[in-house]
């Protein structure tokens, strides 16, 4: 994967150390973890909390390097078990949430790095802040809420071209003055990078398909 990767950026007239891979280890056992931690890999995406917080607390002693990222949804609830745990969370998108982390931060004495996600698709039932409200969302997240705001993050709609997504929130970063994009899954990394991608967030073209369990009838 980071060859495929350093390939695309050539390719894209990048250089292959701007791009970040980042592992999504959600719901994959301890032997593909530790698979990955053998090859070097470092920097893992989890979705749940509590499940990160099962993948991870015990190993960060044995890896003081590793750099941990919440890319699922966060509930205000869970505001100070995910600052403590997580180095960056992707997913702060909405006021309510902004004045939680802030608050968590205060209380734990860390400071993850944040990322503000946007609903580039407009989707009803998807995360994040409307393009339009993104502007508002990181002023007050930097300057009422004191948040180390360093970018964005999207996952554009399954039925769409990702292209125009992607470059929506390149748009939306370069005039934030914001560096950091989260961007494209194992289907479509290739195009985030093209588009700008600082970080691909990669989960079944590493560890292979999830096992997610069956919903009760
Ligand atoms: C699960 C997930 C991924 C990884 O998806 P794959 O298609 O398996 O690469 C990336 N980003 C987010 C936000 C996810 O929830």
Redesign the pocket.
Known sequence: MRERIAETCVAAGRDPSSVVLTA?S?TQPDEALEAALATGQRVF?E?RVQEAQGHWTARRAAFPDLELRL??PLQTNKAVEAVALFDVIETLDREKLAAALASAMQKTGRRPRVLVQVNTGAEPQKAGVLPQDADALIVSAREIHGLNVEGLMC?PPAEEAPEPHFSLLAGIAARNGLSVLSMG???DYETAISCGATHV?????LFGE?ITPLKPS
């Not at 967030?201 to 073209?205: E, K, L, P, T, Y």
């Open positions: 999504v959600k995406g979705n890319i699922g996952i899954m194992s289907g967030r990669v989960g079944s073209a999830r």
